[in-house]
């Protein structure tokens, strides 16, 4: 099935179980190494990402961004971090108070549930499920669930139409999303993430699945600025109408883990779409050309995971920063009145193009 | 498309009104009209759009010469503010050092609330009417500009300065002449005339920043009418 199988995917888990015979205590360090990593990884990409987001957004808009905590302002999350920490943790009259506590605690486990199943090389990755893909779908809906459940228990007008439209806008760009993410699917013929990576070892599916990969990958990085409600589809926090939306009423440290989790599930979207439609960790490879490939493997794997990745998280921004806030109305018509027929009709053409083997180097 | 472009439209005659009138019928949406092909291309016209501001943010973004920001206590030496900045009023002096305003009170007329506040006096020697002090409030000046448009010689502009933050309220009302006495033009003509000139120059009072009480409240105080009173009630 997979032609060039030249990496070896070590996950944490397997490290955990390959050592339970020999020693409980090593298999707990494996377990305990891979949730402090995680809940480190999370709290220092989140306060990097916002930096770097301030930054060029400023950019983007002839500004400078943060220039005075450190060199260039570079400490400014970590100050900004700070503050959060110490601000008065304030819950609202007559707020339903057990939904208003757990609402946050909800949009962050489904953020690291997330991001346990990234492989961002084939030694760093927590755990690696045969059915990967559907997982990281499935975990996805918990976390609009936790938005819903911060717009109802707040007890704010504001909130409960933030989370109403964060709720549609998820479920109906989700269609479109899975449909994207089959196309992937399709062509590795695996629903492990780890297997999907090995299957580009060949090439990416962006331009190996012909315009298919191309066009799927669109799909992709539309319908995945939607569900993680960045501009210009930010109807579910829209300042000008909303105030804050659904975190209207959160602050301190509540509203610094929806923060968290909205900064971290841009960067599960962006590892995602670099994992299934940009080869992940895996090199740059044209089938055939050896020495070529040769030399591109000299680059090791976690800095193309991280290459691509920032890539698109970089293209996000530039969408965020040039275009506006999209209607309801045009929000809806996007999705069901050209997302959905053009990826139904894409994931007929790749599945054509699987059955008669004429994508590139078929497997 | 919202642009019409002119030479797309027919070029027809109409009657409106009893005269034959040359009319331009603009086209009509012509590109989101119906039809498979119509459609796509619109969309990829669309698309082509999206992609030009894109371009856009780009050059934004790699070209760190379009950035606008001032990081303005450190470049504070070099920091010019643009011409049209409304900083402080003031009194344009000729190259003498003599002032152009004459005292004609136009401006303190047009003031829209009396942040303008003009006292004039007779000149000994040449009994005719002149600046004595000029009183401008920043703390109620709303920089509309109609004093300096009304002057009707030039006398008043705006300085540049931006840095007027001060801790007490009452240190916002300027004397903004440096003198009492003649303007320019009256030395002038004096100097023309060859007579009187040292004369006329010996008439003038030093006058420095204002110095009185200010009414807050605007009561009146020696020298500074109530706010509010009209201009022929001045003291």
């Excluded at chain 1, 999370?42 to 060199?71: D, I, N, T």
């Excluded at chain 2, 916002?172 to 030395?187: C, E, R, T």
Aim: proline share 5%.
């Amino acid at each position: 099935m997979i032609p060039h199988a030249g990496y070896e995917v070590i996950t944490l888990s397997d490290r955990a179980n390959a050592a339970l015979p020999e020693s409980l205590w090593l298999s707990i360090g494996y377990m305990l190494l891979a949730v402090a990593s995680t809940a480190a990884f999370m709290s220092v990409l989140g306060m990097a990402l916002v930096y770097v987001e301030r930054k060029v957004a400023a950019h983007f808009q002839c500004r400078l961004g943060p220039m005075r905590v450190g060199w260039h302002g570079i400490l400014q999350s970590v100050a900004d971090a700070i503050k959060l920490l110490l601000k008065e943790d304030l819950v609202p009259d007559r707020a339903d108070r057990l939904l208003f506590f757990l609402a946050p605690a909800f949009s962050v486990l489904a953020t690291l549930l997330a991001l346990v199943l990234i492989p961002m090389s084939p030694t760093m990755q927590v755990v690696d499920l045969n059915i990967g893909v559907v997982f990281i779908a499935a975990v996805g809906g918990f976390g609009v669930l936790g938005i819903l459940l911060g717009g109802w228990s707040s007890n704010n007008k504001w909130s409960l139409l933030g989370a109403m439209r964060a709720g549609a806008q998820f479920v109906s760009y989700e269609v479109s999303i899975i449909l994207s993410l089959l196309v992937a699917v399709l062509f590795a013929g695996s629903l492990q993430l780890s297997e999907i990576v090995q299957s580009q070892a060949d090439g990416w599916w962006i331009w190996r699945g012909h315009i298919s990969g191309f066009i799927a990958f669109i799909i992709f990085v539309i319908a995945s600025t939607a569900e993680l409600n960045r501009p210009p589809f930010d109807l579910p926090e829209a300042e000008s109408e909303l105030t804050g939306g659904y975190h209207t009423e959160y602050s301190g440290l509540r509203f610094s883990f929806f923060f968290l989790s909205e900064f971290i599930n841009m960067f599960i979207a962006s590892a995602l779409g670099a994992t299934l439609f940009l080869g992940g960790w895996m090199p740059f490879h044209i089938g055939g050309l050896d020495g070529f490939n040769a030399v591109m493997d000299l680059i090791p794997p976690g800095v193309w995971f991280a290459g691509k990745t920032g890539f698109i998280i970089f293209l996000t921004m530039w969408v965020r920063w040039t275009f506006p806030r999209l209607r309801v109305d045009q929000l809806m018509r996007l999705e069901w009145k050209f997302l959905l027929p053009l990826g139904f009709t894409n994931l007929m053409v790749a599945a054509c193009l699987i059955l008669t083997d004429s994508y590139f180097f078929p497997l | 498309m919202a642009l019409i472009n002119p030479r797309l439209g027919k070029q027809t005659t109409q009657s409106i009104g009893g005269l034959d009138i040359d009319v331009t019928v603009a086209p009509r949406n012509r590109t989101s009209s119906s039809g498979f092909v119509n459609r796509t291309i619109f969309i990829f016209r669309a698309l082509l759009s999206l992609l030009k501001g894109m371009k856009i943010t780009f050059g934004y973004l790699v070209r760190p010469s379009t950035v606008v920001t001032q990081q303005y206590p450190e470049n504070r030496d070099t920091l010019k503010m643009f011409d049209r900045f409304r900083g402080q009023l003031y009194l344009i002096d000729d190259d003498n050092g003599y002032m152009r305003c004459n005292g004609c009170n136009f401006c303190e007329l047009a003031c829209p609330n009396g942040s303008i506040i003009l006292k004039s006096r007779k000149n000994p020697i040449s009994n005719t009417s002149e600046l004595d002090r000029y009183i401008w409030r920043l703390d109620s000046c709303t920089f509309c500009n109609a004093c300096i448009q009304a002057c009707p010689h030039d006398a008043l502009g705006w300085t540049q300065d931006f840095e007027g933050a001060v801790y007490d309220r009452r240190l916002l009302v300027f004397q903004l002449n440096k003198y009492a006495g003649p303007p320019s033009i009256a030395i002038k003509r004096a100097e023309k005339k060859g007579e009187g000139v040292e004369e006329l120059k010996a008439t003038t009072i030093p006058r420095t920043r204002y110095e009185g009480k200010v009414p807050l409240a605007g009561s009146a105080l020696p020298g500074v009418p109530a706010l509010g009173t009209p201009s022929k009630e001045k003291l």
